[in-house]
């Protein structure tokens, strides 16, 4: 069984990142396991995020809990994940990596009406 890490594209006006909990399992995260995120960790050390859990602003991914990507980070989180694809071999984590990265720019792009939300293992 792997440990799969969760990200959401979410509209702000329906759900705010401390909603994490109600979002756990929902049918349309893009799915990465650990252990591929694990081998690009140095990139995301990069990315402006918000912990929902503890309400602090930081960077990088919280690995065992919720993280979100807000509009004013979801440029650098687009680039870092394009990256990603570039360190990677594998089809389907490529892809996964280039979805979320098209979820980030939708972010950047929303004017704040949409944020990714990182679910840990």
């Known amino acids: 069984m792997s440990l799969d890490h969760e990200f959401l594209l ?3 006006d329906e759900h705010t990142p401390t909603d994490y909990l109600r979002l756990i399992k929902h049918p349309s995260a893009i799915l990465i396991d650990d252990d591929v995120l694990g081998s690009v960790a140095d990139l995301l050390d990069s990315i402006p995020t918000l912990n929902p859990a503890t309400g602090q602003s930081g960077h ?11 509009v004013d980070g ?7 994940f394009r990256r990603c694809t570039d360190r990677l071999g594998l089809t389907s984590e490529r892809l996964a990596f ?5 979820h980030c720019s939708k972010v950047a792009d929303s004017g704040g009406a949409h944020f990714v939300l990182h679910l840990g293992i």
């Open 98 to 102: 280039d979805r979320l990265a098209d």
């Open 60 to 70: 990088g991914l919280n690995l065992c809990g919720p993280t979100a990507i807000m």
């Open 74 to 80: 979801a440029s650098i989180a687009e680039e870092v």
């Open 10 to 12: 979410v509209a702000a």
